[in-house]
């Protein structure tokens, strides 16, 4: 082959190590964050008692985290700044479950190749007191000494990406980098509460959050909740536990598998009815510990409100999913946010249920409990879980200024990170704090009709203050649910014949659309029949329903139903979409009630799976207790 002498220089060749761990901290390390997610996260991994973080300009200028875990000596001080050096895992196998924060053997050397680098640090099992230095600046070593340490490892940060000029300019403002490193150090405290973290700012302590000692994880994840928010009562407890269903492949081979668990659990705290965000910030799940986003376990959480959440608000949670490591992918993400499970439909199922059941437990109590858990929107038939029995929900509150909707108060308020460190700065150990006593669900409690305020605003009172309750949600509520339940039963809903059976005329996709729909229309009690190309005949609908108008009715339908979109297959939604529209034209809605029909209303909600929010998620009661009242009247400050 004739090969031009131009063309010989080879024009492939490989980077230098520096080069690549550069290329490395460009995946890895977004921000400063970032760092202090690496950081924190090998500090965990080396099984620390306690870690202490100190930022200074919002990372920009240092970010060090100390540790009074393992600790390395001299050899692997020198190696973890290799690339792929790593003490987490082995072989290639070795990936398939991890069980570590780390395993990619990329974040010190990543670091260290973009900023002023120092560390320290000194075997925790070794008496020598002597320890090990080693100060690495823009990726090369410029000195490796013996110093004076404690035993563990301090890792300090300076002027990142100050060799990257590009990548430098474009952080955010101080505040905005420290937000995303609070956020980052909030869900690692909330993961690890038995781990004390003190959080320094600028010289300023924001937090001491003490080792939480209780060995119940929901009873220390409540109370490094309480360190972070102060007191929550807005938050119902989760503790389920279930089984992943074997995959067919899997029972067909029924072997090799003998060792491997399939246990499912998932824990922690939702907000109750009512309690939601216009954003997802408050949403923190874990996966094995780990922080993660997965877009199937977000839609599950919906799924699992299902008509206990307005329409585009999401819950609050702070959720722990425990399963196999080898369950989970974690290295699809270079920061390892994102997860895959490999069973991610039972997942999705077993967390819908875990949520659905525990916000069930809410209205039911103990001896009733069985027969209500029939109620379920879902087909499923619930397991027996566990539930600490001391958790009852508590409504959402009047808000002192009377003008908030009762749920648009941040519940985890990560965004406002400074108010809450000056509460929960150099807090007493957290164990002394006696937990409030829980209040009683609202229903439970006799309540006494006072009157009604607009036609629509139901005053009540209660032992613990004021109540008022939309009689209309709260009959949406009623009708929505035994609808429901009659189909459960009956397999259709009861039906009443029209008087004068109306024709109505639509396009021709509406037609087609809505002649698909028809049998589950029939279940619900809606009557309606093909009666030409494009034209229906509407002859019946449900007892308690009036309808003025038929045909903006029946478009009513089909838009609700097109809406709904692809997502109509899952938990019957097409059956709950119909039974919401069809009770928004329930009766009652503003009509003046009698005492006797406004007992048996509240009589009907106490028999309700989900009686503290319409079927469209809004609240149903808005509660205002003595102290609230006596506050607002200055009686009390
Ligand atoms: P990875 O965490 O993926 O293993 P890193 O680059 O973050 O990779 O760390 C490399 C190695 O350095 C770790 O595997 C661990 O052995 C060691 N190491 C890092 N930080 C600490 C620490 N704070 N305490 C003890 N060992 C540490
Ligand atoms: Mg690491």
Redesign the pocket.
């Known amino acids: 082959m004739l090969i031009f002498p131009s063309l010989r220089m080879n024009r492939i060749r490989l980077l230098s190590e520096h080069v690549a761990n550069q290329i490395a901290a460009g995946e890895v390390i977004e921000r400063p964050a970032s760092v202090v997610k ?2 924190v ?3 965990l ?2 099984k ?1 008692a306690r870690v202490t973080v100190e930022i200074q300009a919002g990372g920009r200028s240092l970010i060090r ?1 100390s ?1 009074d ?4 000596n001299r050899d ?1 001080a020198l190696l ?1 700044l290799e690339r792929h ?4 895992i082995a072989k290639a196998e070795d990936l398939a479950a991890i069980s ?10 990543s670091i260290a190749s973009v900023s002023r680098f120092t560390l320290t ?1 000194r075997e925790r099992d070794n008496p020598s007191p002597e320890g090990t230095q080693i100060i690495v600046n823009a990726g090369k070593i410029v000195d490796v000494k013996a110093c004076g340490s404690a035993p ?2 301090t ?1 300090e940060v300076r002027e990142l990406f100050f060799n990257l000029p590009a990548r430098r300019k474009f952080l955010r403002s101080q505040e905005t980098e420290t937000a995303h490193i609070q956020h980052y150090l909030t869900m690692a405290a909330l993961a690890y509460p038995r781990v004390g973290f003190e959080f320094i700012k600028d010289t300023r302590l924001v937090w001491q959050l003490p080792a939480v000692k209780s060995e119940n994880p929901l009873a220390a994840a409540r109370e490094r909740l309480r360190a972070l928010y102060g007191d929550e009562p807005q938050l119902i407890a989760v503790d389920f536990t279930g089984e992943l269903p074997k995959t067919e492949t899997e029972v067909a081979e029924k072997s090799g598998e003998s060792g491997k668990s399939d246990t499912f659990k998932i824990w922690g705290y939702i907000g109750a009815p009512g309690v939601s965000r216009a954003t997802r910030e408050d949403q923190h799940i874990f996966v094995n510990r780990r922080p993660v986003d997965n877009r199937g376990v977000n839609f599950a959480l919906l799924e699992g409100y299902h008509t206990a959440l307005m329409k585009g608000r999401y819950p609050v949670c702070c959720l722990f999913i425990e399963l196999n490591p080898s369950e989970v992918d974690v290295n699809i993400h270079p920061a390892k946010r994102e997860v895959k499970f490999h069973r991610e439909t039972a997942v999705r199922q077993l967390v819908a249920r875990a949520i659905r059941e525990a916000l069930l437990k809410i209205n039911a109590p103990e001896e009733k409990q069985s027969g209500r858990a029939r109620l379920l929107p879902s087909r499923h038939e619930p397991e027996p879980v566990t539930q600490t029995p001391d958790e009852h929900p508590v409504l959402p509150k009047l808000s002192p200024t009377l003008n908030n909707t009762p749920d648009t108060k941040p519940v985890f308020s990560t965004s406002a990170p400074l108010p809450l460190s000056q509460k929960t700065a150099v807090q007493p150990t957290v164990n002394t704090i006696p937990p409030p006593p829980e209040p009683q669900s609202l229903l439970q409690l006799p309540l006494r009709i006072i009157g009604v305020l607009g036609k629509v605003y139901v005053l009540l009172e209660s032992p613990r203050g004021m109540v008022l309750l939309d009689q209309h949600a709260g009959h949406e509520r009623v009708l929505f649910e035994q609808m429901l339940r009659r189909l459960e039963s009956q397999g259709s809903a009861p039906s009443q014949r029209l008087l004068l059976p109306e024709t109505i005329e639509l396009s021709a996709r509406d037609a087609s659309f809505l002649r698909e729909q028809l049998v589950c229309l029939t279940r619900l009690g809606i009557g309606l029949s093909e009666f030409g190309e494009r034209t229906f005949l509407l002859d019946a609908v449900p007892p308690f329903v009036q309808v003025g108008n038929s045909r903006a009715f029946v478009i009513e339908l089909i838009d609700e139903l097109k809406a709904a979109g692809q997502q109509i297959n899952s938990m019957r939604l097409g059956e709950n979409l119909i039974a919401k529209t069809v009770c928004r034209h329930a009766v009652k809605a503003h009509d003046d009630l009698t005492v006797l029909e406004l007992e048996k209303l509240l009589e009907e909600m106490r028999q309700c799976a989900f009686p503290y929010t319409c079927p469209h998620g809004r609240p149903t009661f808005i509660e205002m207790n003595f102290r609230e009242l006596d506050k607002k009247f200055g009686r009390v400050v």
């Open positions: 690496e950081l996260e090998n500090s991994d080396a620390a985290v540790d875990g393992a600790g390395m692997d973890c050096a790593t003490s987490k570590t924060m780390g395993f990619r053997g990329e974040a010190l050397p640090t563990g490892t890792l």
